[in-house]
């Protein structure tokens, strides 16, 4: 397993005194009752700068959340799912402008909804991995979109739950929903990669675990990411939580009853692993050095450049409003898998041009900064990820701290 030096601040470019910022507002939120626990994890060169846990991962039990906390990492499986498909890239399994009925048949002659909201017509362009991998394919979320695409999801039950059948089933059964809009037109926010868990498992002929654990998690030393926590890691795994109407938070998923717990049917490429903030920093890394430090990486340096590129003609908000994003949109473009920094001044953030990023929907986030040499990662578990702005905050509390 690689692990991580850590470093005093100072060697690394950071202020150690502006770094207790970060503790100071990770308390607050704990404290005010709103957040069960927070964790964050700063690295820059590969070394560790800040690494701080606070608060509860199971509230009403008073369990303590510890450093080597297991938590539901929701979309912050789409990154690792896009990497898959660079692998089967260099294996020379498919080709991203590939239709995706190439490798899933069923899925041949997708259907677009019209404007009146009930007509549709066969696309006039067929979605490729390449719109699955932007998000620019034409499919949707049921939770999140309120229009008559999203109320048939749901009633489809097509939500890629555990509740909900398995992997190549579901998947099927978006043969007979439509499209939102004409692949390539618009980016969209929805279950593109979930499509994509199911493509590795055809071009690869592994399941979507297997896959992941032999070309990823294993060569990276991940050995606490996984679809399902093993009953003998529960004892590090967190409850899940939402906010409440007065900014307090209630139990939604418990531990040993969690369907993350134990064993599961359903692999969710697009929000279904649970992992740890020092697994999910591995992942980073090797991200962060184009394909992993030493003559045998991971990924090759060049399928690295090219998802941290921008795919998109500009930013998000260009390709039209999605009714979901984990990141905001304007100044901000889409590479394979992750958001990409275009323009800080128009996102109005702190950072640099070229950032790569995503998060979950219970509150989790990450970014990388190649230009800084930088990496962060923070963990709670607070449904939905629109309930406060802890990643502007945090990415302002890590770049103040940085001199030089």
Known sequence: MTDFRTAKPSALGFSGKRLERIGDWMRRYVD????????????????????????????????????????????????????????????????????LAWHIPELANLKVLEEDGESTHVARTQPTLHHLLTHTSGLTYGIFDPGPVGKALRKAKIDFSEKHGRLDETVAKLADIPLVFEPGTRWNYGVSTDVLGRVVETASGMSLPEFLHDRIFEPLGMEDTFFAVPSDKLDRFSACYAKTEDNGIRRIDEIEDSRYANSVTMFSGGGGLCSTAKDYMRFMEMIRTHGGKGSDPVLGRKSVELMLMNHLPGDMASMGQSVFSEMPMKGIGFGLGGSVV??????????TAGEWAWGGVASTGFWIDPAEELSVVHMTQLMPSSSYPLRRELRTLVYQAMTN
Not at 72 to 91: F, G, N
Not at 342 to 351: D, I, K, S, Y
């Open 32 to 99: 005010d009752g709103k957040l069960p626990f927070v964790e964050t994890l700063i690295a820059r060169r590969g070394e560790i700068v800040f690494h701080e846990t606070v608060g509860h991962r199971d509230v009403e039990n008073g369990l303590k959340a510890e450093p080597n906390g297991i938590h539901r990492i929701y979309s912050m499986t789409k990154p690792i799912v896009s990497a898959a498909i660079m692998l089967l890239l260099e294996d020379g399994k498919l080709q991203l402008d590939d239709p």
């Open 342 to 351: 275009l323009n800080p001044a128009q996102a109005q953030v702190l950072g």
